[in-house]
């Protein structure tokens, strides 16, 4: 990671003891750049730190709750005599131990009404005094962690900054044996051993990283014996390795997976050393390809330089060379993106393509981690495949004017709403070139801008004759003084700039605020390495600059007097009326 680290601070209460992992959360944070600073309750002290607004809790005043509970300590009482009730007595007590956690987590929003609180699924023993009777007999224990888990989705749904960190899965997939430690246990009431909580801190700081919109954009992939077996150049399309079973069968599973990081957002792009027919001949035929030619939003097949061609994937998806992670089956060429890139992440690659799915469900969670997925997530690879459109479209214009006029574009700027906020929130998050302030927001801080009289939060979805776009600008305005709005946040997607739609953008935002008595708009400017693309945007739009303040220039247009032209090209559609976000 490069640059100064951001801070971000813990809060740890739990039924068991974290002052072990204490150190190893921080530690994993500091390795993706981040300065974690921690205070833990002590043991089996969360009730009371909740239940009191004046204790150590709420004075923290952290960024981040971590409630961890343990199944053993939840269902104590049914551990310690099995033999009793029966299997509805059991649901019941799960889902009234979902109910408290519920109630607690409310109790910790009520005082930390920005924070993120991350919860956590329990497990029970998997080996117990009924072994053997679980499913022959009255009793059992299974359904208490499987009727909790169940609830514990039900009490996070709809709720953006209550997260649930999948202990049991991660548990499951190292093994209770090697994350429980009887010693720690009895020594200093701490259930998990080194590993478990290496584990455990690599799950939280992904959520967390992903919340706070630290995530990969894309995964760039070699062809021969990465996404197939065999050399197509060699073996041609018919004799590569691929297919419904045998040793094909991992190259299918490993295509499968990426499908489903694409579903999720991730882009997908190409990078192979091949000829190109050869290689578009496999993915437009090959039976057995669960990825075709529209799975990928760019491509690079030749025989140039890799490096070279990250670079250029990256200049054509307008996104930076530190959104790539580049899999490549060759070690040489690993090492060469690796010496050449140091942005790019390039992960060590199994030889058994048997271990191509684990290890890009291990990548997947580490890089490509999300906590939600929004419209345009699921459409990305759709909306570079018409972005191709507009390019041919553009080399065939007779002019610029007339370019932008046969898109077609129709803007529907719009106060922010329970639909539009996650992906508000989102844009400010990953937005870099476009970004006038590039102030960083959850959703919970647009929750509270959205939900204040002196401040505006719109966004701006475009549509042309290709696509849809989905929601690809915010502005977020507050009333410094009673006839002055400063524009706290200004942003557009790249996808989106150079077509006036800036200009349309602010020149909505004048008349609206015309509308509301305003007098003057300011602006700011704050440099950073990537928003350079922005730094003339004021003055190009007749706005006055007025000085500095905290190293941002300040920008002054008086919107009585002077008119931020929307292009003719532009159709805008009506802002919604304000609706109620609380």
């Known amino acids: 990671m490069t640059g100064s680290p951001r801070p971000v601070s813990f809060a740890l209460l739990s039924s068991s003891t974290l002052q072990l992992f204490d150190s190893v959360l921080r530690k994993e944070m500091q390795r993706w750049g981040w300065a974690a600073k921690t205070w ?21 005043r952290p960024d981040v709750v971590i409630l961890h509970l343990d199944g053993e300590d939840l269902f104590a009482e049914w551990l310690r005599n099995p033999f009793q009730g029966n299997r509805e007595r059991r649901r019941e007590s799960a889902q009234q131990a979902a109910r408290d956690v519920e109630s607690w987590a409310a109790a910790i929003r009520a005082e930390l009404p920005r924070a993120l609180i991350i919860l956590n699924t329990v497990y029970l023993p998997p080996v117990h005094a009924l072994t053997g009777l679980e499913y022959h007999s009255p009793w059992g224990l299974g359904d208490l962690a499987a009727e909790f888990n169940c609830e514990l989705g039900r009490v996070v749904a709809g709720k953006p900054d209550l997260l ?9 997939d190292l093994g209770y044996r090697q994350w429980f430690d009887a010693r720690l246990w009895r020594l200093a009431r701490c259930r998990m051993s080194n590993a478990a909580m290496k584990r455990l801190a690599r799950n939280l700081s ?24 065999g050399i197509i150049g ?7 390795v691929l297919a419904e079973e045998g040793p094909g069968l991992a190259f299918t599973e490993f295509q499968e997976e990426l499908a489903h990081l694409s579903r999720k957002g991730v882009i997908l792009a190409i990078c192979s050393k091949n000829n190109e027919e050869d290689a578009l001949e496999a993915i437009r035929s090959h039976p057995s390809m669960r990825l075709r030619e529209d799975s990928f939003a760019a491509r690079r097949i030749n025989w140039r330089d890799k490096a070279q061609n990250l670079k250029e994937l990256a200049a054509e ?12 089956d060759n070690p040489a060429e690993r090492s060469l993106v690796r010496m050449s890139l140091p942005e790019v992440h390039v992960p060590e690659w199994p030889e058994d393509p048997g271990e191509y799915k684990a290890a890009l469900l291990d990548l997947a969670g580490e890089y490509f981690c999300r906590v939600a997925v929004t419209a345009e997530d699921r459409e990305r690879n759709a909306m570079y495949h ?65 939900g204040q009289p002196d401040a505006i939060v719109l966004s701006l979805h475009l549509r042309d004759r290709f696509s849809d776009q989905g929601i690809v600008g915010v502005m977020i305005l507050s009333e410094r003084q009673e ?54 945007l004021y003055k190009d739009l007749g706005f006055e600059q007025i000085g500095e303040e905290l190293g941002a220039a300040r920008w002054r247009l008086p919107i009585r007097t002077m008119a931020v032209q929307i292009p003719e090209w532009i159709t805008i559609e009506p802002v919604k009326e304000p609706v109620h976000v609380g």
Not at 40 to 60: D, K, M, T, V
Not at 234 to 240: L, S, V
């Open 40 to 60: 833990e309750a002590g043991f089996n002290q969360f009730r009371q730190e909740i239940a009191n607004p004046a204790s150590g809790l709420y004075a923290f």
């Open 164 to 172: 649930v960190n999948d202990v049991a899965a991660a548990m499951s």
């Open 206 to 229: 992904a959520l967390v990283r992903a919340w706070k919109g630290q995530t990969r954009k894309c995964l760039a992939l070699d062809l021969d014996n990465t996404l197939w077996g």
């Open 234 to 240: 060699e073996d041609g399309p018919q004799g590569i």
């Open 317 to 328: 998806l307008n996104i930076g060379l530190d959104s790539f992670v580049f899999v490549d």
């Open 386 to 450: 018409a972005e191709r459109g507009r390019v041919s479209l553009a080399a065939a214009a007779g002019s610029l004017t007339d370019y932008y006029q046969s898109l077609q574009m129709r803007a529907q700027i719009a106060l922010a709403d329970s639909f539009s906020i996650p992906r508000i929130a989102q844009l400010t998050q990953k937005t870099n070139q476009f970004n006038l302030t590039t102030r960083r927001y959850t959703e919970a801080d647009i929750r509270a801008f959205a």
């Open 483 to 536: 006839d002055a709005w400063s524009v706290d946040t200004l942003l557009l997607s790249c996808r989106v700039i150079g077509r006036g739609v800036e200009n349309a953008f602010v020149g909505f935002a004048q008349q609206l605020l015309l509308g509301r008595g305003a007098r003057e708009m300011i602006g700011e400017y704050a440099p950073t390495k990537k928003n350079g693309l922005a730094a003339n």
